[in-house]
DNA sequence: CAGGATCCAGGGGGATACTG
DNA sequence: CAGTATCCCCCTGGATCCTG
């Protein structure tokens, strides 16, 4: 019986609506995105900084970090000078990435329309 | 070939980036989550609120302006004293539901285990 | 009842400079 | 290169009061 524990989703400080928070972040799934996109296995910080022109380095920095500690991506530190951090998807973001990936194809899918009923509804001045 | 589109997604300004940042919203989540669940054809304002103990009705009003805005939800007045306005998922709503749905169960299925990694990678004061 | 209007604090996040 | 550390601005969003 799993319903109960689903309908639990809309209180406050519930576990799943912080879950879906941090995911949900921009930022987070767009790195999530294109490390799946790569074609690597991992990538360095610059790399992914390349890929997002217009995140800072601060925010960068941040979205790793709270990817690493939700187990969604793994921080590899190569002691060499200079130095080298090599970031990779965990088996969690993989089993996350068909779910993604179905809604950023639903959003590639629709965004026409909204796009248009936006316009439709921008408030009319006269 | 919508590959070619889909890799737009990472660029600054790109309609798909935008739809899924106001999908994604947390309060805007909630709201087509409880009006799904509801069991009802709408709902009215003070409905809503009564389920999502933690929005404030500002919150509450703009969300519902914006999913009226991107035609997830309709609108509709009553025009009666005191005033009542009904609110109901867009059949582009319930396209998306089942998406969200399996992402709300994949969080249910690994909040544990991602609340569990938090705590291990707490910073640890000596 | 369903909001609009206003005021205001707090924090998200940018820019910049510095370090191992 | 891959970050930390500061400063600081602005915008989100809460609290409160008012209205059709």
Redesign the interface.
């Known amino acids: 019986m ?1 319903r109960s ?3 639990d ?4 400080g519930c ?7 941090r ?4 930022w987070a ?2 790195v999530i ?2 490390l799946d ?1 790569s074609g690597k296995e991992s990538m360095r910080f610059m790399e992914l900084k390349q ?4 995140i800072s380095q601060r925010m960068l920095t941040m979205t790793l970090r709270t990817l ?4 969604y991506v793994t921080r590899t530190i190569f002691s060499e000078i200079p130095p080298r951090v090599e970031y990779a998807l965990t088996e ?1 973001a993989k ?2 990435q068909p ?1 993604l990936d ?7 899918d ?2 026409d ?3 248009c ?2 316009k439709k ?1 921008t408030p009319v001045k006269d």
Chains 1, 2 share one sequence.
């Open positions: 799993k524990t689903v309908q989703a809309m209180f406050p576990p799943v609506r912080n879950v879906l928070a995911i949900c972040d921009k799934l767009l995105y294109i996109r890929q997002m022109p217009d690493e500690e939700d187990g969690r089993s996350l779910i179905s809604l950023l194809q639903w959003s590639v629709n965004m329309d909204i796009m009923d936006r509804n």
